[in-house]
C-alpha cells in the first residue's frame, strides 16, 4: 500500500466525479488505504443524509477493496508529537485530520487529499489537487 485517501476525494469518488475515478483509479495499482477515522467521517455523511446507517453501499464494497488501517499506539504517538507541534506554533488543524495525518506518517502513506492544511504537517507526504 503506497496511498492514504483523505475523506474528500473518497466523497467524490463515490459521487462519481470523473476526476476522482480517474485520480484513484490510477493509484489502485500501487496500493490505497484509509483511516478508520476517514471511514467513520464518510459514514456519519450517509447517515445524516439518509438518517440511518446504510446497510450496503457502493462504499462498503469500494473500502472492503482497501486496506483499513486503525488508531494504534504508533498513530497516537504521531498524533501527540504532531498536536503538541501545531499547537505550539498556532497553526492547528482539526483532530480528525491530525488522526489521519498521523496514519499516514506511521505507515509512511502519502495522503491523497484537496486540503492544504495538510501542508502544516512536517514529514507527511501528499499527492494534492488543491481546491
Known amino acids: 500500500m503506497t496511498y492514504l485517501v483523505d475523506s474528500d476525494w473518497l466523497i467524490s469518488y463515490l459521487n462519481g466525479r470523473a476526476d476522482a ?4 483509479g490510477g493509484l489502485y495499482s500501487e496500493g490505497l488505504a484509509i483511516s478508520v477515522v476517514t471511514y467513520g467521517e464518510v459514514l ?6 439518509a438518517g440511518s446507517m446504510p446497510q450496503s453501499s457502493q462504499f462498503e ?3 472492503g477493496t482497501m486496506d483499513l488501517l486503525p488508531v494504534d499506539m504508533e498513530v497516537g504517538r504521531r498524533y501527540a508529537a504532531i498536536r503538541y507541534e501545531l499547537r ?18 506511521a505507515h509512511d502513506l502519502t495522503l491523497v487529499t484537496r486540503d492544504r ?3 502544516r504537517v512536517p514529514g507527511l507526504k501528499l499527492y494534492q489537487q488543491v481546491r
Not at 475515478?21 to 484513484?24: C, P
Request: aromatic share 12%; charged share 20%; no cysteine.
Open 61 to 63: 464494497s469500494f473500502v
Open 88 to 105: 505550539r506554533q498556532g497553526q492547528l488543524i482539526a483532530d480528525n485530520d491530525l488522526w489521519i495525518a498521523a496514519t499516514g506518517l
Open 117 to 119: 492544511h495538510f501542508e
Open 21 to 24: 475515478e480517474a485520480v484513484l
Open 44 to 49: 456519519e455523511g450517509f447517515i445524516e443524509a
